[in-house]
């Protein structure tokens, strides 16, 4: 049977393929069972519609058993399909509300992503800064690091830091955290501009000169000019800063140090400059900075021949003025190294205080002679006497104060000032100065002279009195005189000729003794007695010597410090 049917079984199956395309009214659902029915036989055929009431009839008492058992669930079933279609209707109204809304939705939906959109970036960046704390860190902390470097004096570190900053600045110009980090970095800068300038203005050599000069190069503030020009702004303030902590009470000292300082530090600072700024390759630096090394020079030597004129007035003793010149001339000739060899303009600095201090002297002498003369008691002195053996063995070289002008207080004061005048020339006497000196000399002379004789015209004087004041006048004439003549020819070679040659001066002293000499002649012839006008030699030498006092004890203010040196030299300045 099997075998029979196999060979019809494609058969069937084309045959049922047909019957399905002739049953187009069957729906997808239906066509398994159309199928079924195309393969029962006729007799299995005319069973089916039997077949289909039973069952439907089968289904139908089950439905009507499972609603009586479940009606509880039908009846919600309606219920609920009531509400549901209330529920619709709400619902449609709803939708309909929900449709009106739709568009601002739509809106908002757009602004939320937006929004959205924004913060997004805002994440992106706060993300990428998240990743670039450190570093970001790092920029912030800059100025505050740069500004420890300046304070420690890590001036190289600091510069970098700028030239970073100043970097990041050419690159990213618009970038406003970078701004206020390069204006913060520009007050670090002037900050450490400030120092660098503040150590030029200190006690610094060469290698450390040359390290600053070149921070100040990277800096970038100043031209090639206006550097050279702080530089030497600098380390004038230093000097002058020297200059002032001096102490000018002593001027002596204060002059000593002062051309030390200048020698020292003024050598010091041109061949600074000369070796930073050695780029001129002609070797004149009038060629690249017009001369400012020049003026600025000028104007240090300048400045120091100002304090010379100032102080050199102010020093009382020749000896001071004598080492204060030897030290100028070996600052000049110091400087001279370097082109400053200013020792031609010391001469008449020190010509004009030489002749300050002499005139000065010279007129205390006057003033003390003047004093003594109007308080002097005209009494008779004891004389001074000395063995004929020590008169004949004093040398012709002996500049001593004539011992006979013990008896003449006035003259010996002025003898004493006149004496120390000479002894504050010679280590310092000008020979330009000579004349000048002399005709001091003859001055003070001459007022000692015409206030003798406006003394002898404005006092009344008795007869004992007037006879010790001619032998005053007399001891002006024959002593006074030459002995000046000869302590200033001790100064200068030939200066007692040029005294001498004054004495025509002195023709009013001449005269009030030629009238006291007639005076005396006249009142002898009438009285038949000899007056002398020397002093009586009655007494012996042993009872002179017990009624004066020796001259040292008597006049200790005579000074003989021309007789104890050595014979002054010309020192032509």
């Given at each position: 049977?099997?075998?029979?049917?196999?060979?019809?079984?494609?058969?069937?199956?084309?045959?049922?393929?047909?019957m399905?395309?002739?049953l187009?009214?069957?729906?997808a659902?239906?066509?398994?069972?159309?199928?079924?029915?195309?393969?029962?036989?006729?007799d299995?055929?005319?069973?089916?519609?039997?077949?289909?009431?039973v069952?439907?009839?089968?289904i139908?008492?089950?439905?009507?058993?499972?609603?009586?058992?479940?009606?509880?669930?039908?009846i919600?079933?309606?219920?609920?399909l009531?509400?549901i279609?209330e529920?619709?209707?709400?619902?449609?109204?709803?939708?309909?509300?929900?449709?009106?809304e739709?568009?601002?939705?739509?809106s908002?939906?757009?602004?939320?992503?937006?929004?959205?959109?924004h913060?997004?970036?805002?994440?992106?960046?706060?993300?990428?800064?998240?990743?670039?704390?450190?570093?970001?860190?790092?920029?912030l902390?800059i100025?505050?690091?740069?500004?420890?470097?300046?304070?420690?004096?890590?001036?190289?570190?600091?510069?970098?830091?700028?030239?970073?900053?100043?970097?990041?600045?050419?690159?990213h110009?618009?970038?406003?955290?970078?701004?206020a980090?390069?204006a913060?970095v520009r007050?670090?800068?002037?900050?450490l501009?400030y120092?660098?300038l503040?150590k030029?203005?200190?006690?610094?050599?060469?290698?450390e000169?040359?390290?600053?000069?070149?921070?100040?190069?990277?800096i970038?503030?100043?031209?090639?000019?206006e550097?050279?020009?702080?530089f030497l702004?600098?380390?004038?303030?230093?000097l002058t800063?020297?200059?002032?902590?001096?102490?000018?009470?002593?001027p002596?000292?204060?002059?000593?140090?002062?051309?030390?300082?200048?020698?020292?530090?003024?050598?010091?600072?041109?061949?600074?400059?000369?070796?930073?700024?050695?780029d001129?390759t002609?070797?004149?630096?009038?060629?690249?900075?017009?001369?400012l090394?020049?003026d600025?020079?000028m104007?240090?030597?300048?400045?120091?021949?100002?304090?010379l004129?100032i102080?050199?007035p102010?020093?009382?003793?020749?000896g001071?003025?004598?080492?204060i010149?030897?030290?100028?001339?070996y600052?000049?000739?110091?400087?001279?190294?370097?082109?400053?060899?200013?020792?031609?303009?010391l001469?008449?600095l020190f010509?004009?205080?030489v002749l300050?201090?002499?005139?000065?002297?010279?007129?205390?002498?006057?003033?003390?002679?003047?004093?003594?003369?109007?308080?002097?008691?005209w009494v008779?002195?004891?004389?001074?006497?000395?063995?004929?053996?020590?008169?004949?063995?004093?040398s012709?070289d002996?500049?001593?104060?004539?011992?006979n002008?013990?008896?003449?207080?006035?003259?010996?004061?002025f003898?004493?000032?006149?004496s120390?005048?000479?002894?504050?020339?010679?280590p310092?006497?000008?020979?330009?100065?000579?004349?000048?000196?002399?005709?001091?000399?003859?001055?003070?002379?001459?007022?000692?002279?015409?206030?003798?004789?406006?003394y002898?015209?404005?006092?009344?004087?008795?007869d004992?009195?007037?006879?010790?004041?001619?032998?005053?006048?007399?001891?002006?004439i024959?002593?006074?005189?030459?002995?000046?003549?000869?302590?200033?020819g001790?100064c200068?070679?030939?200066?007692?000729?040029?005294?001498?040659?004054?004495?025509?001066?002195f023709?009013?002293?001449?005269?009030?003794?030629?009238?006291?000499?007639?005076?005396t002649?006249?009142?002898t012839?009438?009285?038949?007695?000899?007056?002398?006008?020397?002093?009586?030699?009655?007494?012996?030498?042993?009872?002179?010597?017990?009624?004066?006092?020796?001259?040292?004890?008597?006049?200790?203010?005579?000074?003989?410090?021309?007789?104890?040196?050595?014979?002054?030299l010309?020192?032509?300045?």
């Amino acid at each position: 049977m099997t075998a029979m049917v196999s060979p019809q079984a494609p058969a069937n199956d084309d045959y049922t393929t047909a019957m399905l395309n002739l049953l187009p009214l069957a729906s997808a659902a239906q066509q398994p069972y159309v199928s079924e029915l195309l393969s029962f036989t006729l007799d299995r055929l005319h069973k089916e519609p039997e077949l289909l009431r039973v069952d439907a009839e089968r289904i139908r008492r089950q439905m009507q058993e499972v609603a009586v058992g479940n009606y509880r669930a039908f009846i919600a079933a309606a219920d609920a399909l009531l509400e549901i279609r209330e529920e619709v209707s709400s619902i449609d109204n709803h939708l309909e509300s929900l449709i009106a809304e739709i568009p601002k939705l739509t809106s908002g939906c757009t602004e939320f992503v937006d929004s959205a959109e924004h913060t997004l970036e805002k994440r992106k960046l706060n993300q990428t800064l998240l990743a670039n704390h450190s570093t970001l860190l790092d920029l912030l902390e800059i100025p505050q690091l740069m500004d420890t470097c300046v304070r420690n004096g890590n001036f190289d570190e600091a510069l970098d830091l700028e030239a970073f900053v100043a970097k990041l600045t050419t690159m990213h110009p618009k970038i406003p955290v970078i701004q206020a980090l390069a204006a913060e970095v520009r007050q670090t800068t002037q900050s450490l501009l400030y120092q660098l300038l503040q150590k030029l203005q200190s006690n610094i050599q060469l290698p450390e000169c040359l390290r600053i000069i070149g921070y100040l190069r990277r800096i970038g503030v100043f031209t090639e000019y206006e550097m050279r020009l702080q530089f030497l702004r600098c380390r004038e303030a230093w000097l002058t800063g020297i200059l002032d902590d001096l102490d000018q009470r002593n001027p002596y000292e204060y002059l000593k140090r002062m051309v030390n300082c200048y020698r020292m530090h003024l050598f010091d600072v041109v061949n600074q400059y000369r070796a930073i700024f050695a780029d001129d390759t002609s070797g004149n630096e009038e060629n690249y900075d017009g001369g400012l090394l020049f003026d600025w020079a000028m104007h240090q030597i300048t400045s120091h021949l100002k304090n010379l004129k100032i102080m050199l007035p102010k020093i009382t003793e020749g000896g001071s003025l004598s080492n204060i010149l030897d030290q100028c001339m070996y600052c000049a000739m110091g400087l001279g190294w370097v082109g400053l060899d200013f020792r031609g303009l010391l001469p008449p600095l020190f010509q004009e205080a030489v002749l300050h201090l002499y005139s000065k002297n010279m007129s205390t002498a006057v003033e003390n002679f003047q004093i003594v003369l109007d308080s002097h008691r005209w009494v008779p002195l004891p004389a001074v006497g000395f063995p004929a053996s020590s008169l004949g063995e004093e040398s012709t070289d002996d500049v001593s104060p004539p011992s006979n002008l013990m008896e003449h207080p006035p003259l010996a004061v002025f003898i004493n000032g006149v004496s120390a005048a000479m002894n504050e020339l010679r280590p310092c006497a000008p020979l330009s100065l000579k004349h000048v000196l002399a005709q001091e000399l003859v001055k003070s002379l001459q007022a000692v002279s015409d206030s003798l004789l406006r003394y002898s015209t404005t006092r009344i004087l008795k007869d004992s009195e007037s006879i010790l004041f001619t032998k005053l006048c007399q001891a002006f004439i024959e002593t006074v005189f030459p002995h000046c003549a000869t302590c200033f020819g001790r100064c200068y070679l030939g200066g007692a000729a040029l005294i001498s040659d004054a004495k025509s001066l002195f023709v009013g002293i001449d005269r009030l003794l030629a009238k006291q000499a007639s005076k005396t002649i006249h009142k002898t012839s009438e009285n038949g007695v000899h007056h002398t006008i020397a002093r009586t030699a009655s007494a012996s030498l042993d009872e002179k010597e017990q009624n004066y006092t020796s001259p040292q004890k008597a006049y200790p203010a005579i000074n003989e410090e021309i007789q104890e040196s050595p014979v002054l030299l010309e020192n032509d300045l």
